[in-house]
């Protein structure tokens, strides 16, 4: 840990701080396959963002001040926003696909929702900033929308989930 606290390999704060690490990684993936420059840009402020956030994580409570902020929880609110109004109408269940940069957005968007369950269980033991565990969660939903983007932008079309129990 930051301070040279020793703890175990399973810990909560190591599987959290592990994990957007692992996210941090998949978004430099992602980048490789993005083209718009403004969505470019977006990302890696977000990288910025969740290399801040993994030394808050691997750091003990109390110690350091929480680098992300209500207005950084905006800033992705305001841009899911934005990427709303490109894009159709949701009438379907959809599954990842279409284009190589919509299925990394997927997995950006898993290992992000797998980041805020174990950043939520640093909080049944420890005091953590909420804006940390708001943050991540906003992301996995700029990561679904911007998967959606993706496909819309490179004209791929939306795979629609059937069911088949019908």
């Known amino acids: ?11 909560p704060r190591i599987e959290a ?5 692992e996210l941090n ?3 430099a993936c992602l980048l490789e396959e993005i083209d718009n420059e403004h969505d ?5 402020r977000i990288q910025y963002n969740l290399f801040s956030l993994g030394s808050y994580l691997a750091s003990e409570a109390g110690t350091m001040t929480c680098p ?3 207005e950084n929880v905006k800033e992705i609110e305001l841009e899911m926003d934005g990427i709303d109004t490109i894009l159709p109408p949701l009438k379907h269940f959809i599954l990842p696909g279409g284009c190589k940069s919509n299925a990394l957005a997927h997995v950006c968007r898993t290992v992000c929702r797998r980041a805020e369950r174990n950043i939520f269980k640093i909080t049944e033991i420890d ?10 969660n906003r992301l996995s ?3 679904f929308l911007l998967s959606r983007k993706q496909n819309y932008l490179k004209n791929s079309g939306e795979i629609i989930w059937e069911n088949p129990c019908k």
């Not at 005091?127 to 708001?134: D, G, P, R, V, Y």
């Open 25 to 27: 990684t998949f978004i």
């Open 17 to 21: 701080y592990g994990t957007v690490d």
């Open 1 to 11: 840990m930051v301070g040279g606290e020793r703890v175990s390999k399973a810990s």
């Open 40 to 44: 470019r840009k977006f990302l890696l």
């Open 68 to 70: 992300v902020s209500e």
């Open 127 to 136: 005091k953590m900033n909420e804006n940390a565990l708001q943050y991540v």
């Open 141 to 143: 939903d700029y990561f």
